[in-house]
């Protein structure tokens, strides 16, 4: 089933209307109308350098995207060129470098900046996320708790519906996502790095420079009906009862949201530490991160937690001292076996 996109994309602060044209660039192609006045041809985020031979503007676009400005037989790109008057040069896939465009005016070649940048940021929506932002809960001490969790619920629910070993969470994995990213080549990881570093000065203002007490209690399901779950999650809470763990979320998010490097999907982060994830069940790779996975919904066999919520509904898996946030990378493990870490600060 295709997915619903919005028929408007801002770029930079700039409204296009997205138009599917046709069925056969890669996914599909798509053209943009820029919906603001057209005497505004001005761009704001290059530098356009005049030379000799007329104007000349050199973009930074990750290589996995070249393909969608060349398009099918290149018939994009030559559109594109046609369209705006100007010379397109892009680097051989896989090669990480700028794309040139030149023309012989400065608003030739400001328009085919913006075009490209709008297919850009509409394919880039695309891609699978490359890390994500997590706090680690796999302190020993909660992760000896998980442990026993884990073996009384196969002692004392095996023979419910779908309950069985492999959907439980890697105790080194444990953690809470704060949001994903796409990170497509070296520069917008060292990129993410630096937004991250921004944040530290913030995140010890909540704190007041030390690390955070958290206690994981409780467990909670995502859907409607006990009898019928795909994620088990444990709950978690700063002891004193502040909302300081939601707020350095939120304010995580909206700072990457605005620096481009995140998609907001809620008005605030769902804090929760799974524990049981059917999407664990087929494939062990598979990692819980708020993402849709390797599966679709229908191959999910979901198990019964009638039981489970009874019996250890309020079960305390441990308390610790949250002491980080890290950039995590997917589907790694680094050598305590936790996810391997692009970069990371320090709440204290």
């Not at 001292?321 to 890290?326: A, D, F, K, S």
Request: net charge negative; aromatic share 8%; glycine share 6%.
């Amino acid at each position: 089933m295709d997915v619903l996109r919005p028929p408007l994309i801002n770029i930079n602060g700039r409204i296009y209307r997205r138009n599917i044209i046709k069925e056969e660039h890669y996914e599909e192609e798509e053209e943009f109308s820029y919906m603001g006045p057209p005497e505004d041809e001005t761009c704001d985020t290059h530098l356009i350098e005049q030379s000799d031979k007329g104007y000349r503007c050199a973009i930074d676009v990750p290589s996995v995207l070249y393909k969608y400005i060349i398009g099918k037989k290149g018939e994009t790109r030559k559109r594109l060129e046609f369209d705006t008057k100007t010379s397109i040069n892009i680097p051989k896939q896989g090669v990480e470098g700028q794309i040139v465009i030149t023309g012989s005016t400065k608003t030739a070649v400001s328009s085919a900046v913006t075009r490209v940048e709008v297919l850009v940021e509409s394919f880039r929506r695309k891609q699978p996320f490359t890390h994500f932002l997590s706090f680690p809960l796999n302190d020993s001490k909660v992760q000896e708790g998980f442990l026993r969790f884990k073996d009384e619920v196969l002692k004392q629910c095996s023979q419910d519906h779908g309950v069985e070993e492999s959907i439980f969470q890697n105790p080194a994995k444990l953690h809470l996502t704060i949001g994903t990213l796409a990170l497509l080549n070296e520069m917008e990881v060292r990129k993410a790095c630096e937004h991250l570093q921004e944040c530290q000065n913030f995140i010890r203002d909540i704190t007041e420079g030390k690390p955070l007490p958290l206690e994981v209690t409780g467990i909670e399901y995502m859907n409607d009906d006990p009898a019928m779950v795909d994620v088990l999650y444990a709950k978690v809470n700063v002891p004193d009862g502040s909302d300081r763990l939601q707020v350095i979320a939120d304010r995580l998010v909206e700072h990457f949201v605005s620096a481009g490097l995140m998609v907001r999907e809620w008005d605030r982060v769902k804090l929760h530490g799974t524990v049981m994830n059917t999407l664990f069940r087929k494939d062990s790779t598979v990692e819980d991160t708020s993402a849709a996975g390797r599966q679709t919904v229908n191959e999910r066999e979901a198990f019964d937690a009638k039981n489970i919520l009874k019996k250890f509904g309020a079960y305390c898996f441990g308390e610790f001292e949250l002491n980080t946030v890290q950039l995590s990378q997917r589907y790694s493990t680094d050598c305590t076996g936790y996810y391997s870490s692009a970069g990371s600060i320090s709440l204290s």
